[in-house]
């Protein structure tokens, strides 16, 4: 059980390292310099990589071998605001896509508005229960996590 928890944590760190230091890498815009020349942000980006999986492991244990350890339950807070988050926009913008191109298709042919009626509100069913998906697993990582013992 240690073992999985260890992965699911590490793979987690993983991520969120990974994508802060690609928000960050886009955030500074460095000075023009003539003289200096400046280090390729292809060639820093395995660095800052690497540097982060050799360091996540390390919290990741270190959670582990403390009894009143934060790390699980502060990275499934964090984990059920992307679940519910990323569901929420990801149905939102599928939902707005669908009814749209309806609305388009029966202004072109209005003799097949039922037709499509029909097939929108199915499909909006489906997009709906997504999102739903998204709301258990953030409801399970923050009230039934089956990563704290």
Not at 35 to 40: A, I, K, L, N, S
Not at 81 to 104: E, H, K, N, P, T
Request: proline content about 4%; hydrophobic content about 55%; charged content about 10%.
């Amino acid at each position: 059980m240690a073992m999985v928890r260890s992965i699911t944590l590490t793979t987690a760190a993983l991520m969120v390292g990974a994508i802060m230091v690609a928000s960050v890498t886009r955030t500074f815009v460095s000075a023009p310099a003539t003289h200096v020349t400046q280090t390729q942000a292809v060639k820093t980006l395995p660095a800052v990589l690497s540097a982060t999986a050799m360091t996540v492991p390390n919290v990741a244990q270190a959670a582990e071998a403390t009894a009143g350890s934060v790390w699980i339950p502060a990275l499934s807070a964090v984990g059920a605001g992307f679940a519910i988050g990323l569901a929420a926009i990801g149905s939102g913008v599928g939902q707005g896509i669908a009814s749209g191109r309806c609305i388009d298709g029966i202004s072109r042919q209005p003799e097949v508005a039922d037709d499509l009626r029909g097939v929108l509100l199915l499909s909006l069913a489906f997009m709906e229960s997504l999102t739903i998906y998204g709301l258990v697993i953030a409801l399970v990582l923050l009230f039934a996590n089956p990563l704290i013992k």
